[in-house]
């Protein structure tokens, strides 16, 4: 496997360093704001069901955000706030252009016919950065997945582990687990670690139903010019409309056109 640095190079460090100081309150602060952009709003008492502190404590860390502006009240339920967004945003800045980004992935759903995804690669986790169907790869058609994938049951995850070592895979296992959603999601690290040994000869990883029943879906590491990961990107879709053997050809083939064409739109 080759050594890979991760986008944040500090990742290594923090999961090595277990007896680093770490503040509660920040963790529930942020845990509240992650359960309210995942319901898309929730109420005191909605939260109080979800997080295990006291009502009070809820309710204080709910107001210390409101009065940070990154939280609004509307008729006693609690979203984010335009100022949360205007972070995102900036944030964005320091990763890959979303118009080289587009173009890859519209042309990749386009010639398969079927939905493509770039996701970036943080913290051991894949976090959705642009996807679309094949049938119109329009900003119309922008498909929104879930916002964040584990790297042992997506096929960019897998095929971005195959890259990194033995230890940064431990890392990331060590801190997200191998959690199953799916019958044939992989939850032993010795048949992980099996299955990565068996990609190196490969540029590419697939995945069989492994992040959901009857979904099937081959991808790939993105790297910058400097051979770094940033990020995966993939292409899928339904078992019944797609065999593995397509996956491990046609579309194989599809896909490192995508990510050879990305990586030079992404050269500064």
């Known amino acids: 496997m080759k050594t890979i640095m991760f986008l944040d190079n500090t990742y290594g460090a923090m999961t090595r360093n277990i007896t680093g100081r770490r503040l509660k309150t920040t963790q529930t602060s942020l845990e509240i704001l ?33 009065d940070s502006r990154y939280l609004v009240k509307e008729d006693g339920t609690y979203n984010v706030g335009f100022r949360l967004s205007l972070l995102g945003e900036r944030a964005r800045y320091r990763y890959p252009s979303e118009e080289a980004v587009k173009k890859a992935v519209d042309q990749l759903a386009q010639k398969t016919g079927h939905e493509a ?50 230890r940064q895979v ?4 060590d801190k997200w687990g191998l959690p199953r959603e799916s019958e044939a999601t992989i939850t032993s690290r010795e048949q992980l670690f099996d299955a990565l040994d068996e990609l190196p000869t490969q540029d590419y990883a697939t995945v069989d139903e492994e992040f959901a029943p009857g979904l099937v879906a081959v991808g790939a590491p993105v790297h910058d010019e400097d051979g770094d990961i940033i990020g995966g990107l993939s292409v899928g879709g339904p078992k019944y409309q797609i065999n593995m053997e397509r996956i491990d050809h046609e579309f194989a083939d599809d896909l490192r056109d995508a990510v050879s064409l990305l990586e030079y739109l992404l050269q500064p």
Request: charged content about 20%.
């Open 34 to 66: 992650k359960l309210i952009l995942e319901h898309d709003g929730l109420t005191l008492a909605e939260l109080d069901e979800m997080i295990h502190s006291s009502k009070s404590s809820i309710c204080s860390h709910l107001n210390t955000l409101r």
């Open 117 to 166: 995804n770039f996701t970036i690669f943080e913290h051991g986790r894949l976090l959705m950065f642009y996807g679309t169907s094949g049938a119109a790869a329009t900003n119309e058609n922008d498909i929104h997945y879930r916002s964040e994938y584990h790297l042992h049951n997506t096929a960019a995850g897998k095929a971005i582990l195959a890259e990194l070592d033995h």
């Open 170 to 173: 431990e890392d990331i296992l």
